[in-house]
């Protein structure tokens, strides 16, 4: 809809399937696929591996650059630019 109101080609949607990673503590993970939340079989460790990476990785901190949004947005890039530090604010400043 929004590359429509934009004038710009749809991009081809395909859902992944529904897939739930929840982390446990020290006690590891668990993965779980479709909606029935059926437990994966995988390999000891996979789940915490995977959620460490969805956290890490996957999920990034939101930007304040409006050039950077529609990039960050796109699912089609694999490939995303570093995350810009942005410094804190000195002592005693206030917002």
């Known amino acids: 809809m929004a590359a ?51 956290n890490e990785t996957w999920i990034r901190p939101p930007t304040d650059d409006a050039d950077a949004f529609p990039r960050l947005a796109d699912f089609r890039v694999s490939q995303r630019g570093p995350v810009v530090e942005v410094p804190a604010p000195s002592a005693g400043r206030t917002a």
């Open 4 to 54: 429509e109101l934009l004038g710009l080609p749809p991009a081809h949607f395909a859902p992944a399937p529904y897939t739930t990673c929840l982390d446990l503590g020290s006690a590891g993970a668990a993965s779980m696929t479709g909606r029935e939340r059926a437990l994966r079989q995988a390999p000891a460790g996979f789940a915490k591996a995977l959620k460490r990476e969805i």
